[in-house]
């Protein structure tokens, strides 16, 4: 029995580890036109995350959406890092290029590849793609580093045009 529940320590404690340094959104829909809230019955996303170290961290960011046949499509813009400055926090739209809404110029969050470009306002034109999608976030962080390996935590929250809005924290992700 000992030899069993030390196996199950074990498991779970190198489990922890290989999940550590990642986070996983499992679904966001940024559907919506530019701001904070959608006005024509869509939604508006919005992945946040917070560096609680003493170190500037650079954050990876992968998207996987569906394509026109509803499968699998991997929308990582080729430049897919940015750099989180120590006890620093910010947030984006995944599927938007907004201004009225998200950070712009050096250091924003990298959108997913074929994301919206809403900078002149309005409503996007019907059938752009993508609209919806998942994403994992993951970074470089060691205790020799200064920051830990569990230094970045994260939120989705998504306002809807009929004034309702849900947010979840974001759970460890896969191992990289």
Known sequence: MRKFA???VAAVAVAGFAFAN????????????SGVYPTQGAA??????????SVDLVISVIYVSPDTSGNPSNRTPTNNTFLLPANA??????????????????????????????????????????LAGSATIW???T???????????????????NSSA???FLGEGRPN
């Open 6 to 8: 030390f196996v199950a």
């Open 89 to 130: 926090s910010v947030a984006w739209r995944p599927g938007a290029i907004d201004p009225n809404s998200e950070p712009t110029g050096a250091g924003t969050p990298p959108d997913m590849t074929g994301a919206r470009d809403l900078s002149g306002g309005g409503f996007p034109a019907p059938g752009q793609s993508p």
């Open 166 to 168: 849900f947010a979840y």
């Open 139 to 141: 970074w470089q962080g």
């Open 44 to 53: 508006n996303g919005f992945i946040g995350l917070i560096n609680t170290s």
């Open 143 to 161: 205790a020799n580093g200064g920051a830990s390996e569990r230094a970045i935590k994260g939120r989705y929250a998504q306002n809807n045009t």
């Open 22 to 33: 990642s986070l996983s959104v499992p679904f966001f829909l940024d559907n919506g036109d």
